[in-house]
């Protein structure tokens, strides 16, 4: 079977969005006005549009050269439209894809040809509770790293704070849920995203969330971009 390729809607984006994980967003751009308008009233249907990433160092108007290759659609789940023109919204990453072609004539927007990116159908049947459990763990004493250094105290965090993913240990996704509230570097949530096996996946973002829980409380620091350092452009 041949490879299928549909066409998206794309919001270069400063982040990496997971499958699962919110992304809220305000719009005020004009452009990205045009395609909230336009996946409300259906001009473009199924309410979801991609994000993919742009590299550090380039900015969104850079072209194709300047965005990553795998990103993410976002479903919109909510709308509210201010009184200027522009929108508040609320997403949530869904599938994954590859980037096939991007055109920037067709509309005020990106647009591109995409092809969607599954995981590995040999990884299907692998346990993946070893992995899973180890990943929790991690998330866990990232949480309650962050919490402490918040002021919540040199106890654990209460159980009432951690907000715990579904119980489903053997959640192929797992791994995408437990990143999607850590402050993780861009490149490794676009590592997170492009890899296809879930075995690596959930040793990645275990590896990422233990390195950054050390980080955090040692040197008091979260990875920031260095788009923070230099001239701040808009992020739509």
Not at 14 to 34: C, D, K, M, N
Not at 75 to 92: A, H, K
Not at 137 to 163: F, I, S, V
Not at 195 to 200: D, E, F, G, L, W
Request: proline share 8%; with cysteine.
């Amino acid at each position: 079977m041949g490879v299928v390729v549909e066409t998206l809607p794309l919001f270069p984006l400063g982040t990496v969005l997971l499958p699962g994980a919110s992304l809220p967003l305000h719009i005020f751009e004009p452009r990205y006005r045009q395609l909230t308008i336009d996946l409300v009233t259906g001009t473009l249907p199924g309410k979801q549009f991609g994000v993919v990433a742009v590299r550090e160092g380039w900015s969104p108007d850079d072209g194709r050269d300047g965005l990553h290759d795998v990103g993410c659609t976002a479903t919109l789940r909510e709308v509210r439209r201010l009184p200027d023109g522009r929108f508040d919204i609320q997403t949530t990453g869904d599938r994954r894809f590859r980037l096939v072609d991007v055109d920037d004539s067709t509309a005020p927007y990106l647009v591109a040809n995409v092809e969607w990116l599954p995981d590995d159908d040999e990884d299907e049947q692998q346990d993946l509770a070893p992995l899973a459990m180890a990943a929790r763990a991690a998330h866990r004493r990232y949480c309650t790293t962050a919490w402490r250094q918040q002021g919540g105290g040199d106890g654990e965090m209460p159980a009432e704070l951690a907000e715990e993913p579904a119980p489903d240990v053997a959640d192929p996704e797992l791994a995408h849920i437990l990143a999607g509230d850590c402050l993780l570097p861009l490149a490794d949530r676009q590592e997170l995203l492009e890899q296809t096996c879930p075995i690596k996946r959930l040793e990645l973002v275990r590896q990422s969330m233990t390195r950054e829980a050390v980080l955090l409380g040692e040197l008091r620091a979260v990875w920031a971009p260095t788009a923070k350092f230099a001239v701040e452009h808009s992020l739509n």
